[in-house]
Nanobody, 117 residues
């Protein structure tokens, strides 16, 4: 089974930055797409950004221009650089990774990001 672990969340003021990291266990050949999702209080979990194994990216409009997703494929690690953070970015951020051996997705337990003055 693939294990997914996020880190890097915290409390920041509006306009500041954070970088989230996520590492997935397993062989390099096993892990496919990786992505970041978030869930704010009272809302459904939503996609933030996705990156394929070859580096193609997809961003939701509300973060485009502020957030950057990247990965180190050799280490099964994905990052989310978050700049110009806004209070509405406050959420639990979850990483997910695709296990291509069985065609399933695995979630981390989440890391809290709070943007407040």
């Amino acid at each position: 089974q693939v294990q997914v672990v996020e880190s890097g969340g915290g409390l920041v003021q509006p306009g500041e930055s954070l970088r989230l990291s996520c590492a997935a266990s397993g062989s390099v050949s096993r892990i496919g797409d990786m992505g970041w999702y978030r869930q704010a209080p009272g809302k459904q979990r939503e996609l933030v950004a996705l990156i394929t194994k070859t580096g193609s990216t997809n961003y939701e409009d509300f973060v485009k221009g502020r957030f950057t997703i990247s990965r180190d494929t050799a280490k099964n690690t994905v990052y989310l650089q978050m700049n110009s953070l806004k209070p509405e970015d406050t959420a639990v951020y979850y990483c997910n990774a695709k296990d291509t051996y069985v065609g399933r997705y695995y979630w981390g337990q989440g890391t809290q990001v709070t943007v407040s003055s």
